[in-house]
């Protein structure tokens, strides 16, 4: 089972910094990667697939990159709506996702 | 628009078992297939399997191999599980969630259901 590292454990950060948030992968998973958003009480959103593609309807300010073992994902300048938990997953068998990275208001 | 709608809450006593349906609509409901995701209290998310609408087929996440079965029903565009044996680890809310892929298996997921809480508790 491949095993998604996701660092640090918590953001702590101002609306309008940039934050990076990273996923490390216990083996290579190529660019076979995702990002999703999850505030609390709702379902998570996907944000990026394939490390680098954004999703439908996902604002620009979101990107990914990265492949093999080391991802991250970018948010440029946060927005109030952007304070939330996010979560790496790889899709090699099984499907795993990482333990999540909480960006919270500082 | 895409729509996944669950189930309400569910309680059950450990050893008993427990059915969540996923009512989809606002697409061809064979041609993408479904996920099951859980996610514990205050956890992470942890992937149970997949199933296709077009056949039936299925794959399970070999920890819950034996224990899950994902079932659909072409007719009302709505897939289930049920989950066997349960016990106070199961406690969780079940998501059921939409492969990116048409016509293909992508294993990522772009519409999420509300949820679905499951309390295991004797």
């Known amino acids: 089972e491949i095993v998604l590292t996701q660092s640090p454990a918590t953001l702590s950060l101002s609306p309008g910094e940039r934050a990076t948030l990273y996923c490390r992968a216990s083996?290579?998973?190529?660019?076979?990667l995702a990002w999703y958003q999850q505030k609390p009480g709702q379902a998570p959103r996907l944000l990026i697939y394939?490390?680098?593609n954004r999703a439908t309807g996902i604002p620009a300010r979101f990107s990914g990159s990265g492949s093999g073992t080391d991802f991250s994902l970018t948010i440029s300048s946060l927005e109030p709506e952007d304070f939330a938990v996010y979560y790496c997953?790889?899709?090699?068998?099984?499907?795993?996702f990482g333990g999540g990275t909480r960006v919270e208001v500082k | 628009q895409v729509q996944v709608v669950q189930s309400g809450p569910e309680v059950r006593r450990p050893g008993a078992s427990v059915k969540i349906s996923c009512k989809t609509s606002?697409?061809?409901?064979?041609?993408?297939?479904l996920h099951w995701v859980r996610q514990a209290p205050g956890q992470g998310l942890e992937w149970l399997g997949i199933?296709?609408?077009?056949?039936?087929?299925?794959i399970y996440a070999q920890s819950f191999q034996g224990r899950v079965a994902m079932t659909r029903d072409t007719s009302t565009s709505t897939v289930y599980l049920e989950v066997g044996s349960l016990r106070s680890e199961d406690t969780a809310v079940y998501y059921c969630?939409?492969?990116?892929?048409?016509?293909?298996?992508?294993?990522?997921?772009?519409?999420w259901g509300q949820g679905s809480l499951v309390t295991v508790s004797s």
């Open positions: 997953q790889q899709r090699s068998d099984p499907l795993t």
């Open positions: 083996r290579s998973v190529a660019t076979s």
């Open positions: 969630a939409r492969d990116h892929g048409r016509l293909r298996w992508d294993y990522y997921f772009d519409y």
């Open positions: 606002g697409y061809t409901f064979t041609n993408y297939c």
């Open positions: 394939d490390a680098s």
């Open positions: 199933i296709n609408p077009s056949g039936g087929t299925t």
